[in-house]
């Protein structure tokens, strides 16, 4: 069969490289559409995926974003017509999902968030949803996915990528010459701002704002500032002008990055949970609703929730110790048979 794979942001690129080796090994063959956003070309090109092209950001307005998403949609039709998909598969990618409809093409769209608004359209519109196991049952039917169509997996989706990763021995050295971080020495933080611009996330958090100058200001500390967009980089390096702060315009191998650290601190979700998978310590500082599967991994002691300015100024700054990943193997093969049944 031959399957068609859209990247829409960052993080969909290691879950869906992971996938396409899972397809591939299984005979199927995959073509991947990217959105250009943020990295998610860059990496899926790093990857080795090939990703063609499609469309871009649509900009933080409601108005600007529908517009995007119909004007993709159609030039995502445009690509994939003739070409002989039996499936179309992405992590809620909604112009993929109203293209394949539109060409009769059955569709799988996977996710993890249930806060979402635009879950409304994914989840009706797609043949089949894919969930973590922990994904409330109300949320799927609020937003209209009928029980027939939902399957569940057991453990999250960065475990689909990362259960059997081994850290690159030399990715401190790329640091030490990338960014001038010796990572022997000081304590790395990797820190990911809000997404300010998101559907999901339209209000202000200013406890990032709190907790990245209490990490800018401790000794020995490294921060890694991987900013969603260049305007993002560039306001806040404007307002934290520090030379412990480094924010890389080029896109570094995340799942290293995160094997690095002796902290991850994060606004969003995705790399709070790698961290969580291999076994770093992670904080949050997400002021939106949380996700069942975030509150599942602070029950385990996995991540960290950061509601206060007392809980900033108590967090601990520090080398870590040894690391516990979950290693959750098997994920990979269920998620892939879910989607290919």
């Known amino acids: 069969m031959l399957i068609w794979i859209d990247l829409a942001n960052s993080p969909h690129v290691p879950f869906f490289r992971a996938l396409a080796g899972e397809f591939g090994a299984r005979g199927h063959e995959v073509l991947v559409t990217a959105r250009e956003f943020a990295q998610t070309v860059e990496l899926a090109e790093a990857a080795g995926l090939r990703p063609e092209v499609v469309g871009g950001y649509g900009g933080g307005k409601l108005s600007g974003k529908a517009g995007n998403l119909l004007g993709r949609a159609w030039a995502l039709a445009r690509w994939a017509k003739g070409k002989g998909f039996g499936l179309a ?3 809620n990618s909604y112009s993929q999902v109203l293209a394949a409809r539109a060409l009769g093409l059955r569709a799988v769209t996977l996710m993890d968030y249930e806060h979402q608004p635009a879950n409304h359209l994914a989840f009706r519109l797609a043949s089949r949803v894919v969930v973590p196991e922990s994904f409330p049952e109300e949320a799927l039917r609020k937003f209209g996915a009928r029980p027939r169509k939902v399957r569940r997996y057991r453990g999250i989706k960065e475990d689909v990528y990362l259960s059997d990763f081994e850290p ?4 401190g050295g790329l640091l030490t010459e990338r960014l001038g971080i010796d990572v022997s020495r000081n304590t790395l933080v990797v820190v990911r701002p809000p997404a300010r611009e998101a559907l999901y996330h339209r209000f202000e958090n200013g406890l990032f704002d709190a907790l990245l100058a209490r990490l800018l200001s401790s000794p020995n500390v490294e921060v890694v500032l991987l900013a969603r967009t260049d305007a993002q980089r560039e306001e806040i390096v404007s307002r934290f002008p520090a030379g412990n702060l480094h924010a890389p315009r080029e ?13 991850v601190v994060s606004a969003g979700g995705t790399m709070n949970r790698e961290a969580a998978a291999l076994g770093v310590p992670a904080a949050t500082v997400y002021a939106g609703r949380w996700a069942a ?49």
Not at 308 to 330: D, F, H, N, P
């Open 89 to 91: 598969v992405g992590h």
């Open 168 to 171: 690159d021995p030399e990715f």
């Open 251 to 263: 896109a570094l191998d995340g799942a290293n990055l995160v094997a690095a650290a002796d902290l």
């Open 293 to 341: 599967l975030d509150e599942r991994l602070v029950r385990e002691g996995r991540l960290q929730r950061i509601a206060t300015q007392a809980e900033i100024e108590a967090l601990r700054v520090e080398k870590k110790g040894a690391r516990c990943a979950r290693r959750r193997s098997g994920v990979r093969a269920e998620v892939a048979d879910l989607i290919l049944e």
